[in-house]
């Protein structure tokens, strides 16, 4: 499958303006995408959970202007215009035109807000990038869609959702994870089918009862601004020391979580789990130059989860991304236990007290 299939051909209808506005949210990846070639194509396969509550609601109007010279967009976030958040979207505007012809055609006007805090530490680009190019989507399905009356062309609902993907993962590449749930794989493994490196796809195989409902709290460690960009991180991989045998080992370990989903097998789920969190982070610590995005309550809340783990046997284990927060993962049937847990003995390491409980969701959503 190449990239020419999200080409589309001249558009049969004229639209003047209208809007449009999808949700979407954010996904917590198992195994990490760390490491990409050119135009966002990873070096290795990945696949996160989609999570429920954390996301971004994303408005796009847009109407007709006359001429053809150049974008003309404007953002606000929360009613407040952004003015910084331009570079990106034009950068986004600029990779996706040649898939998106109409755009300079039209005047945007795009309001978002997202009901996480945006300066919690959370990513806002996987539902951010998702729910902007699910916007433009159905502006363009809008515009190839002929009227009734005339040879009906319809815009099937999967092409709709794999180039939303596909677009999605053009402004931020793990935002091709975010379009649906509960489990999505982007980039392409021998053993899974359908998977690609343009777009996210649900994860096609059986999934045990354990990881249904599988339970998310995020705890907020540090709230500032990354000290470094992921694309700064992604790019440091190249050349990195390490990085064909962790390429490799992501393959490895999207291979093992095959049966592990299946089986419910939560120890290898946990090992795994972990095992990749870690590993993202060494990665970090063994590039150059090299950098460590975990604070001391991040290593206090993993060693916190580590002992409860021993001494009451829960299954409760932690992911993390590109930052000091924690993800604490957990089956649905330990929720009571396991937010005790947290109130008790994690949150004094959260910043201002501060976690957002979440779960395992599917995905975006038109409004
Ligand atoms: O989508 P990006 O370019 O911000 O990269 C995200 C990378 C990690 O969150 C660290 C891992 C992942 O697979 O989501």
């Not at 590449?173 to 998977?195: F, N, P, Q």
């Not at 090992?271 to 991040?298: C, D, Q, R, W």
């Not at 783990?309 to 932690?318: A, L």
Request: charged share 25%; proline share 4%.
């Amino acid at each position: 499958m190449t990239e020419e299939k999200f080409i589309p051909k001249p558009y049969s209808k004229a639209v003047e303006k209208g809007n449009f506005t999808w949700s979407s949210p954010s996904n917590i990846a198992l195994v990490k995408y760390w490491g990409k070639k050119e135009r966002q194509i990873p070096e290795n396969p990945s696949i996160s959970f989609t999570l429920n509550n954390c996301k971004t609601i994303t408005k796009l109007t847009f109407s007709k202007k006359q001429n053809h010279s150049g974008f003309s967009f404007e953002v606000f976030l929360d009613d407040e215009k952004k003015d910084d958040f331009k570079p990106k979207i034009e950068t986004f505007f600029n990779r996706v035109e040649q898939y998106l012809p109409f755009l300079k055609d039209f005047h945007f006007k795009i309001e978002t807000s997202n009901t996480f805090p945006h300066s919690s530490g959370i990513a806002s680009s996987a539902s951010g990038m998702s729910a902007l190019a699910l916007c433009l989507m159905s502006v363009e399905k809008e515009l190839v869609e002929s009227d009734v009356t005339s040879s009906a062309v319809e815009m099937s609902d999967e092409f709709f959702i794999q180039k939303a993907s596909f677009l999605a993962r053009l402004g931020s590449g793990s935002a091709c994870r975010s379009l649906e749930g509960d489990l999505v794989v982007w980039g392409k493994h021998d053993e899974i089918t359908g998977s690609s490196d343009l777009f996210g796809v649900k994860y096609p195989f059986e999934v045990h009862e354990n990881f249904k409902n599988y339970q998310d709290t995020i705890l907020l460690v540090d709230k500032g601004e990354k000290q470094v960009s992921s694309t700064v991180g992604h790019n440091l991989m190249h050349g990195h020391p390490f990085a064909q045998q962790r390429f490799n080992q992501a393959n490895q370990n999207l291979s093992n979580l095959i049966s592990i989903l299946k089986e419910g097998d939560l120890d290898a789920f946990i090992a795994l789990v972990e095992s990749e969190a870690l590993t993202l982070h060494a990665m970090m610590m063994t590039s150059m130059p090299y950098f460590i995005l975990m604070k001391p309550n991040t290593l206090e809340i993993i060693n916190k989860i580590w002992t409860f783990r021993k001494n009451t046997g829960s299954k409760v284990c932690f992911t993390l991304d590109a930052g000091a927060n924690v993800h604490v993962l957990f089956p649905e049937k330990e929720k009571d236990g396991v937010l005790k847990f947290i109130k008790n003995e994690l949150v004094a390491y959260c910043q201002n007290g501060h976690y957002i409980s979440d779960r395992i969701g599917f995905g975006s959503k038109l409004l």
